[in-house]
């Protein structure tokens, strides 16, 4: 018997298109709730928070929904969280695009990119795995793989000890397109949009929740 | 490294997609996302709607062709035709697709790109300019609208870099003079507006096989190449075109089982 099916609530910070990442979702097997308010996350095992865009609008959303707060300790108390693009740049101290103070789970700021030929980058670029990380994020995809990505800023976490990098992207300079840190995983391209990669990617993070929740536990 | 994109284009008349030249002798080619979701499967890096009735009547055959789409398609996808307002481009993004494309709207009131550009952001913002050769002389293009209809005395390259600082985040540039030719894309219209911008520019207009597509990457700068017909028609898949490219030495996505 197939394992219950792991509950994603993916936040609506009015930033474009949730539908694709609900369809892509719902394609891999989870069940998916659009949050916008605190109590769209009781019942989710894990959230995702999708974007583009810029960070002070989505942050003035998150603030008028009375999602800040709650955002911030659910990655406190170690549930899992997916970040996606702009979702992953909210989990920094700030951002160099509009100077927006965001939610300063990870060390760092989001800044532009440095040396890009093109700007906004968008398209199909290679993921590579960091040195010396084999992150189950990637199980079953190719090193270096084509990921869609859509933005002109990247988080940039400090080097050294606690770096929470496990890939990086080309496009002039290299910067950081994956993070991971226990149950924290951002990605600064959209699996929902990057064909089967991008789905394998999405069930992975699937597999991990429920690994981390202990799903079996619970009954259907 | 960066792949060029390559990018069916489907015209979308009455919730169908049709083909022949624009507007005129329209074929009917079958449910746009059936059709979505082959070229999905068979290597398609994005892909664009193009709503060429674009009446406002019909506005909810589109929205569901999108929502259609975005369900069975997991590749991003751009629609135009027919938005003229933020709230207009608020319902496409919210049916599924990942970025608009502004046209006619944006020359009668380029604000309207700065206004989308800062809701949404750039990247969901792609202005589509049609242009063609003058012929007074003077040299350069002008930009037309209303599907080629009229002329605008607007200069191309000019409209090309304004949209960007009004934060277009792509352009998707059409060369009405090829348009339906076959005869490949302008690449001095391309190479005169991609050596003067710096986001990613799609080339459209002419495509006859996969020599004008590399053209269009090589001699005119393009970071992406927009077809049609060749595709409707079968007349190349696009596998077949992505190894041409790869084997002139241009950086693409190849997808493995493109059956």
Redesign the interface.
Known sequence: MNPPAVRFAVVDHG??????IE??LT?IGATVTIARDPHDLTAADALVVPG???AAPAMDRLRAQDLVGPVRDWIAADRPYLGICLGLQLLFEGSDEDGAETLGVLAGRTVRLTDA??????????VERAPGTEHPLFAGIAPGA?F?F???YAGLPPRGGGDPTIATT??GASFVSAVARSNLIGVQF?P?????D??RLLANVSALVGAAIGRAAIPA | MLRRRVIPCLDVANGRVVKGTRFVDLVDEGDPPDLAERYAREGADELVFLDITAAPERRGTLLDIVERTARRAFVPLTVGGGVRSVDDMREVLRAGADKVSLNTAAVADPELVAKCARRFGSQAVVVAIDARARTDGQGGWEVVVKGGREATALDAVAWAQRAVALGAGELLITSMDRDGTRSGYDTALLRAITSRVRVPVIASGGAAGPEHLIAAIRDGGADAVLAASIFHRRIHTIGEVKVALAAAGQPVRLVEAAA
């Open positions: 930033a474009g298109n949730l539908v694709s369809q892509a394609r583009v865009g810029a030929p093109t700007l906004p980058h968008i398209g199909w670029n290679q084509d869609y859509v933005h002109s080309t496009h959209h929902e949009r990057s064909g089967s991008g789905l």
